[in-house]
């Protein structure tokens, strides 16, 4: 059996490479930088005394000229690195932290994206020929010995393909190159003609004390951040500064942050290198112990990378720890403004639970209230689990003077519920509506029976609406009913609705669920007893007058806690306002118009 090899389109690679691989055709910039700070620092490993320097020359002929004075290639070099695609001169090393940036040995064909030929001239440190390499993107190249000594390194040359014009303009070619070579170690030039500027600078932010960090940010980032947070990962060789937004952000919002491999721009839409919780802030890394994708504009999901992401998270977490103790004005200042981002660190953390809870706020029946000073007047502490139910009783449970904790928002609940464990002398209730009534005053047993008749004919007049009836005296006077209800009974009245627009078929099984499967829960409305007008409806000898009364309070108590009203409800209000209507224009008596 003979051994066969197999045989690469290059044409088709290159398609790949500028369709699904890399993000931008201006990687190529990117590619050229990090052969050249490669081969430099290949050439320093021998010992090699020089002035290193990266610099890219654009020519009037639409041409550009990458040059570096590294440790160049031999013939041998040549053939195994220009000529088979994936070999890497820094393939032995790959595994280690080393001072390489790239290790795939895919990135020279990205410049077939924009160029129709490649051109490398290089003259190795460690043997004195000048070589050319001329590469098509047929797949074909040529490898010629030059009669001129050039100096020790390498110069790629381009020549613009149609279409790609614009990577050949000085403001073009400028604007890639300070986007990925900002900050690498070696100095990077722009050329044309007699200008001559270079690129990138020698103090990378993630350098900085926080000060200089925070006037980087103001400089480059337009932003008066609120502070610099320094990260910092042994084990992935990361260093990096975390600015604290001044404005909140949502949960949902896109996270993006800038990173850096071996302070070559990596992307600067990494999304996924914080915990989820610390989406108010931005960050700046460099990263010299990850390792990259094959596109190099991404990490690969490995163990280390979710250990270094973990550390991240705790770099941000001892900083707000240290920053409570050593600045509490700034602090508090976070705290409001990124209440949501903290409570959801808070909700994660047992350690940052203890440090913020206290300064957090949260919506009660008395407004936004920190919990430092819910918890100075009330240890018995009721919390809603849904805002639909906070909503049920806010008002009513104020004017009972009773603290009520809205639940209903991001972690609220979970926050709230965790307070026992803060102080054993807490007591934190969730808050049942259906029984909240139970806080009320009751009414004597004599004003009981005197409204005797009233509750059997609202509990008669209810039933279809599965609601039953109480009296209770509460505030605020002017209220004169009050609907509670719970999660079950929205779910009957969401199935009642089902069955009656329902298929028979259907509306089977869902009277089934109903009225087999479980006990059907019923709501509750508590008619105030302190309110003269209900006192008239419930003494009111007139039984067609109270059953009037009863329909209109009872769908005005749906519409004042904002529930949603089913179709027969909604025939109950309109019959119920009609009647009204009518009435009163009966005793006001008929007038001309």
Same mark, same amino acid.
């Given at each position: 059996?003979?051994?066969?090899?197999?045989?690469?389109?290059?044409?088709?690679?290159?398609?790949?490479?500028?369709?699904?691989?890399?993000?931008?055709?201006?990687?190529?910039?990117?590619?050229?930088?990090?052969?050249?700070?490669?081969?430099?620092?290949?050439?320093?490993?021998?010992?090699?005394?020089?002035?290193?320097?990266?610099?890219?020359?654009?020519?009037?002929?639409? =041409?550009?000229?990458?040059?570096?004075?590294?440790?160049?290639?031999?013939?041998?070099?040549?053939?195994?690195?220009?000529?088979?695609?994936?070999? =890497?001169?820094?393939?032995?090393?790959?595994?280690?932290?080393?001072?390489?940036?790239?290790?795939?040995?895919?990135?020279?064909?990205?410049?077939?994206?924009?160029?129709?030929?490649?051109?490398?001239?290089?003259?190795?440190?460690?043997?004195?020929?000048?070589?050319?390499?001329?590469?098509?993107?047929?797949?074909?190249?040529?490898?010629?010995?030059?009669?001129?000594?050039?100096?020790?390194?390498?110069?790629?040359?381009? =020549?613009?393909?149609?279409?790609?014009?614009?990577?050949?303009?000085?403001?073009?070619?400028?604007?890639?190159?300070?986007?990925?070579?900002?900050?690498?170690?070696?100095?990077?030039?722009?050329?044309?003609?007699?200008?001559?500027?270079?690129?990138?600078?020698?103090?990378?932010?993630?350098?900085?004390?926080?000060?200089?960090?925070?006037?980087?940010?103001?400089?480059?980032?337009?932003?008066?951040?609120?502070?610099?947070?320094?990260? @910092?990962?042994?084990?992935?060789?990361?260093?990096?500064?975390?600015?604290?937004?001044?404005?909140?952000?949502?949960?949902?919002?896109?996270?993006?942050? @800038?990173?850096?491999?071996?302070?070559?721009?990596?992307?600067?839409?990494?999304?996924?290198?914080?915990?989820?919780?610390?989406?108010?802030?931005?960050?700046?890394?460099?990263?010299?112990?990850?390792?990259?994708?094959?596109?190099?504009?991404?990490?690969?999901?490995?163990?280390?990378?979710?250990?270094?992401?973990?550390?991240?998270?705790?770099?941000?977490?001892?900083?707000?720890?240290?920053?409570?103790?050593?600045?509490?004005?700034?602090?508090?200042?976070?705290?409001?403004?990124?209440?949501?981002?903290?409570?959801?660190?808070?909700?994660?953390?047992?350690?940052?639970?203890?440090?913020?809870?206290?300064?957090?706020?949260?919506? =009660?029946?008395?407004?936004?209230?920190?919990?430092?000073?819910?918890?100075?007047?009330? @240890?018995?502490?009721?919390?809603?689990?849904?805002?639909?139910?906070?909503?049920?009783?806010?008002?009513?449970?104020?004017?009972?003077?009773?603290?009520?904790?809205?639940?209903?928002?991001?972690?609220?609940?979970?926050?709230?519920?965790?307070?026992?464990?803060?102080?054993?002398?807490?007591?934190?209730?969730?808050?049942?509506?259906?029984?909240?009534?139970?806080?009320?005053?009751?009414?004597?047993?004599?004003?009981?029976?005197?409204?005797?008749?009233?509750?059997?004919?609202?509990?008669?007049?209810?039933?279809?609406?599965?609601?039953?009836?109480?009296?209770?005296?509460?505030?605020?006077?002017?209220?004169?009913?009050?609907?509670?209800?719970?999660?079950?009974?929205?779910?009957?009245?969401?199935?009642?609705?089902?069955?009656?627009?329902?298929?028979?078929?259907?509306?089977?099984?869902?009277?089934?669920?109903?009225?087999?499967?479980?006990?059907?829960?019923?709501?509750?409305?508590?008619?105030?007893?302190?309110?003269?007008?209900?006192?008239?409806?419930?003494?009111?000898?007139?039984?067609?007058?109270?059953?009037?009364?009863?329909?209109?309070?009872?769908?005005?108590?749906?519409?004042?806690?904002?529930?949603?009203?089913?179709?027969?409800?909604?025939?109950?209000?309109?019959?119920?306002?009609?009647?009204?209507?009518?009435?009163?224009?009966?005793?006001?008596?008929?007038?001309?118009?």
């Amino acid at each position: 059996m003979s051994e066969m090899n197999f045989q690469v389109n290059l044409q088709g690679m290159i398609e790949l490479l500028s369709k699904h691989l890399y993000s931008s055709p201006g990687v190529f910039i990117r590619e050229l930088l990090q052969n050249g700070v490669d081969a430099i620092t290949a050439r320093k490993r021998l010992g090699h005394r020089f002035d290193a320097r990266v610099t890219v020359e654009i020519y009037g002929s639409r =041409t550009i000229a990458v040059h570096d004075n590294g440790i160049g290639l031999s013939e041998s070099e040549i053939q195994l690195f220009l000529a088979q695609i994936g070999s =890497t001169s820094k393939r032995d090393e790959m595994d280690s932290a080393d001072d390489y940036i790239g290790q795939f040995g895919v990135g020279l064909l990205s410049c077939f994206v924009v160029s129709g030929e490649i051109v490398v001239i290089t003259r190795s440190a460690l043997e004195g020929d000048t070589l050319e390499w001329r590469g098509r993107p047929d797949g074909t190249y040529t490898i010629r010995k030059l009669e001129k000594d050039a100096p020790i390194g390498t110069t790629v040359f381009l =020549t613009c393909k149609e279409g790609y014009e614009d990577y050949y303009e000085w403001d073009r070619v400028m604007e890639l190159m300070s986007h990925y070579g900002q900050f690498l170690p070696v100095p990077i030039h722009l050329s044309e003609g007699k200008s001559d500027i270079r690129i990138n600078e020698e103090n990378p932010p993630w350098s900085m004390n926080s000060s200089d960090a925070l006037t980087y940010g103001e400089d480059h980032l337009y932003q008066t951040f609120l502070d610099a947070i320094p990260l @910092k990962s042994v084990i992935g060789e990361l260093e990096g500064v975390a600015y604290i937004l001044p404005y909140a952000v949502s949960l949902q919002a896109e996270k993006k942050h @800038k990173v850096y491999m071996k302070r070559m721009l990596l992307s600067d839409q990494v999304n996924n290198m914080l915990p989820d919780w610390a989406f108010f802030v931005t960050c700046i890394m460099n990263t010299n112990g990850l390792r990259p994708t094959a596109s190099r504009e991404s990490f690969m999901e490995n163990e280390l990378f979710h250990t270094v992401k973990d550390e991240i998270g705790e770099n941000i977490k001892q900083h707000m720890i240290q920053l409570s103790e050593s600045n509490p004005e700034l602090f508090g200042k976070i705290i409001v403004i990124h209440s949501a981002s903290i409570k959801a660190m808070a909700a994660e953390d047992d350690e940052l639970y203890r440090l913020f809870i206290r300064f957090l706020s949260f919506e =009660t029946s008395f407004g936004m209230m920190k919990m430092s000073d819910i918890l100075e007047q009330n @240890k018995r502490i009721v919390v809603s689990s849904t805002l639909d139910e906070f909503r049920q009783v806010a008002r009513v449970a104020k004017a009972q003077n009773v603290m009520v904790i809205n639940g209903g928002y991001v972690h609220d609940f979970e926050l709230v519920r965790k307070l026992p464990e803060l102080d054993e002398d807490i007591e934190a209730l969730v808050l049942d509506p259906i029984n909240f009534s139970n806080v009320f005053q009751s009414i004597t047993p004599a004003e009981h029976k005197s409204i005797l008749s009233f509750l059997e004919l609202s509990d008669q007049l209810l039933a279809p609406f599965q609601c039953r009836s109480v009296v209770k005296r509460f505030e605020p006077v002017d209220l004169a009913a009050l609907y509670n209800t719970n999660d079950e009974v929205n779910f009957l009245r969401m199935a009642e609705q089902t069955k009656d627009e329902a298929n028979d078929l259907f509306a089977n099984i869902v009277d089934v669920v109903i009225h087999e499967l479980y006990e059907v829960p019923y709501a509750t409305i508590c008619y105030n007893f302190n309110n003269p007008l209900m006192q008239r409806v419930m003494t009111c000898q007139n039984a067609d007058m109270q059953k009037l009364s009863i329909e209109t309070v009872y769908t005005q108590a749906l519409l004042l806690g904002q529930y949603p009203l089913g179709p027969e409800e909604l025939k109950l209000m309109n019959k119920s306002f009609m009647q009204v209507l009518e009435i009163g224009l009966s005793q006001a008596g008929e007038r001309e118009l």
